[in-house]
């Protein structure tokens, strides 16, 4: 049984539906390049909307001070979501800066990649695993790309961590149990087009996570 952060929340429909199917995270894009993307007033509005049992998620890409300061200073957030190239350093620095856990987003294509969840778990409050993104793709994240979850199985890391990319309500069982993961996060896979949430897809998502 997982909790379930759904991702790249738009519109106040898709934050209902995230509390009425039980999940524990709503993430708001602030990336201008992804079709999730949320101006400042529109997040401020839906972040004002979500109930208590919903935590608020604010992902960021390599922001700097003030492109932090600009959401911050009006959008109620509970965590920062980094997931762009910032080193461990510059995740301690927002971690002191804004004073909110910080969960950052570690992509996963080959063994080795592993290795990175120990630097980062070393700083950060939570880790994100997910799939990394091809080189050539416009998005760091939300591509609908998974990994191969065997090269979690059995790990433990430093942190309390989510299992995202290309995770889906037909699949998302399947990766639990493979990766042990207690948090899954998921956005393509509960859309119906790029940055519309499917209410259906998101209960039936929440449903095959729980078991
Ligand atoms: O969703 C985006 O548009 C996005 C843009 C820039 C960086 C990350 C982004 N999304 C990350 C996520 O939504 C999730 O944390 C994760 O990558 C899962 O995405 P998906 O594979 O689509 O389920």
Redesign the pocket.
């Known amino acids: 049984m997982a909790q379930v952060k759904i991702?790249?929340i738009t519109r106040p429909a898709d934050l209902s539906a995230v509390a009425e199917a039980g999940a524990r995270y709503a993430?708001f894009?602030f990336?201008p390049k992804?079709?999730?993307n949320l101006s400042v007033g529109d997040a401020a509005a839906l972040a004002a909307e979500a109930p208590p049992g919903v935590a608020r998620v604010g992902?960021f890409?390599s922001p700097d001070d003030a492109a932090l300061d600009a959401v911050l200073d009006r959008v109620p957030l509970d965590i920062i979501?980094l997931?762009g190239s910032e080193t461990p350093a510059r995740v301690a620095e927002v971690k002191a800066r804004t004073g909110l856990p910080v969960m950052k987003?570690v992509g996963i294509s080959v063994p080795s990649d592993l290795d990175a969840l120990w630097d980062y778990g070393l700083v950060a409050d939570l880790l994100?695993v997910?799939?990394k993104a091809p080189p050539d793709a416009a998005?760091?994240?939300?591509?609908?790309?998974s990994f191969d979850w065997r090269l979690l199985a059995g790990r433990r890391l430093l942190k309390p961590w989510m299992l995202?990319?290309?995770?889906t309500p037909a699949n998302v069982a399947e990766a639990v149990r493979l990766t042990g993961a207690s948090v899954v996060?998921?956005?393509?896979?509960v859309e119906a087009a790029p940055g519309q949430k499917d209410p259906a897809l998101i209960r039936d998502f929440v449903m095959a996570a729980q078991g």
Request: hydrophobic share 40%; charged share 10%; net charge negative.
């Open positions: 991702c790249g993430g894009v990336f992804s079709p999730r992902l890409v979501q997931h987003a994100l997910d799939a998005l760091p994240g939300g591509n609908g790309l995202a990319g290309g995770l996060d998921v956005s393509s896979g």
